[in-house]
């Protein structure tokens, strides 16, 4: 019999796009129904109504964290999964994601095979894209694929490697699925395993940063992280993960 997965989606003020989210979460998951699954939505002190949309739309439980930090909700999320004896396997997928059926098929049977300890896919973007995250967003699908590297909106990874490597850092506030990455890659090699970033089908995720943030605001945050990357560890500093436009 397959092993069990899990499915976790932290979620903060995600009401605009949580329902079409869990329903494509779904459906991938039926896609996928020799590997029994849970779906947990991780409420990460939303203000909104995440919390009861995750419950009308399909989620099979719903966690809260207190504390508004991504490595901290995913990490909620996967001790609420792991309390299950059963579940091996951890996908974890961003609020605003839609997860193709295919990805979800090849990830778990790339667990399975015992061949591959973790990975991300592609990304691509659902809306128009400014020229310059469009740039960004290539030059990063060429680094993750040459370095193995996940995004935060799509990874997926064995059980026994996650609990290994401690999980994502909550020490950070930005970046925190790269070292992440990192990690289980050097985990998975001392015992023969890869880490693989899948082609096709990408995951989709919505552009909705490009339409909030200028590309000064862009070079500038990149800029910081990539010359300062003990600046992750400041949730000020990492304002483009957190700061959202007041609604109209």
């Not at 092993?3 to 896609?31: H, K, Q």
């Not at 091996?88 to 399975?112: G, S």
Request: proline fraction near 6%; hydrophobic fraction near 45%.
């Amino acid at each position: 019999m397959p092993s069990r997965f899990a499915l976790i989606i932290p979620a903060y003020n995600e009401e605009a796009y949580l329902p079409a989210t869990l329903a494509a979460a779904r459906e991938a998951m039926a896609g996928v129904a020799d590997f029994p699954g849970d779906l947990i939505v991780v409420d990460n002190n939303s203000t909104d109504r995440t919390a009861a949309l995750a419950r009308e739309h399909g989620a099979d439980r719903v966690v809260f964290e207190p504390v508004n930090q991504i490595s901290r909700a995913r990490n909620t999320g996967a001790r609420a999964a792991l309390e299950n004896p059963d579940c091996a396997f951890l996908v974890f997928l961003d609020a605003d994601t839609h997860l193709p059926p295919e990805l979800l098929q090849q990830a778990l049977a790339a667990l399975q095979s015992g061949e591959t300890c973790a990975g991300g896919a592609v990304t691509v973007s659902a809306d128009p894209l400014p020229f310059y995250v469009d740039w960004l967003l290539a030059t990063w699908n060429w680094w993750a694929r040459t370095l193995g590297m996940a995004a935060g909106s799509f990874v997926y990874c064995r059980r026994d490697a996650f609990e290994a490597v401690g999980g994502f850092d909550e020490k950070v506030y930005a970046g925190e699925e790269v070292w992440l990455s990192h990690r289980l890659r050097r985990w998975g090699r001392r015992r023969g395993m890869a880490f693989r970033v899948l082609a096709e089908p990408p995951i989709v995720t919505s552009g909705r940063k490009g339409a909030w943030f200028s590309g000064w605001d862009f070079a500038r945050q990149l800029a910081l992280l990539f010359f300062c990357p003990w600046a992750t560890r400041s949730r000020r500093l990492c304002g483009m993960w957190y700061r959202r436009p007041e609604p109209s």
